[in-house]
T-cell receptor, first 114, second 111 residues
Framework: DTEVTQTPKHLVMGMTNKKSLKCEQHMGHRAMYWYKQKAKKPPELMFVYSYEKLSINESVPSRFSPECPNSSLLNLHLHALQPEDSALYLC?????????????FGAGTRLSVL | SQQGEEDPQALSIQEGENATMNCSYKTSINNLQWYRQNSGRGLVHLILIRSNEREKHSGRLRVTLDTSKKSSSLLITASRAADTASYFCATLMEYGNKLVFGAGTILRVKS
């Protein structure tokens, strides 16, 4: 099973809402990633978890809060977002948290902030 | 800033033709990877080439790496309509711990 599952597929939220994005993998991978992708742009790294510990935060605003409850799950909690945060949010995983190799991506969550 | 720059930005070819995309980067790398993204979907890993390799093949894909010129190319032979997608190169810097993606090439294969 080489699948990374993201839910929901689509999310519309107001600027005062609190919502969460969920990502799951059962490949035994020890590194998990959150990326943000705007239309016609490459993915931009937001956070990296390695062995369930936050190892990289790319200066992401605090209205985005990641959480890694266990080695298979990754959440992204959203609060008080801005319309410019509307984007495709991609989760990825890779085998070894100490060395970046092939990344396996989920299908993404399309987020619209009204 | 982005590590990799790709050209062309967009490429339109007929089915059966070959497609070549190029990627240039700025600093020494550990490996370079190519990913494909169908419209609005997740990325799919295509091929990885390490800094000590010069060429790799996978099915209809051929990747070359020239570390002296800090560039790579992806060749897709005998293209199909299903190859229509965006293609991104991504580099892992020599002492880095994250992939940095290039701007991408949009490939359209007309049937």
């Amino acid at each position: 099973d080489t699948e990374v599952t993201q839910t929901p597929k689509h999310l519309v939220m107001g600027m005062t809402n609190k919502k969460s994005l969920k990502c799951e993998q059962h490949m035994g991978h020890r590194a998990m990633y959150w990326y943000k992708q705007k239309a016609k742009k490459p993915p931009e790294l937001m956070f990296v978890y390695s062995y369930e510990k936050l190892s990289i935060n790319e200066s992401v605003p605090s209205r985005f809060s990641p959480e890694c409850p266990n080695s298979s799950l990754l959440n992204l909690h959203l609060h008080a977002l801005q319309p410019e945060d509307s984007a495709l949010y991609l989760c990825a995983s890779s085998q070894d948290g100490r060395y970046v190799d092939i990344q396996y991506f989920g299908a993404g969550t399309r987020l619209s902030v009204l | 800033s982005q590590q990799g720059e790709e050209d062309p930005q967009a490429l339109s070819i007929q089915e059966g033709e070959n497609a070549t995309m190029n990627c240039s980067y700025k600093t020494s790398i550990n490996n370079l990877q190519w990913y494909r993204q169908n419209s609005g979907r997740g990325l799919v890993h295509l091929i990885l080439i390490r800094s000590n390799e010069r060429e790799k093949h996978s099915g209809r894909l051929r990747v070359t790496l020239d570390t002296s010129k800090k560039s790579s190319s992806l060749l897709i032979t005998a293209s199909r309509a299903a190859d229509t997608a965006s293609y991104f190169c991504a580099t892992l810097m020599e002492y880095g711990n994250k992939l940095v993606f290039g701007a991408g090439t949009i490939l359209r294969v007309k049937s």
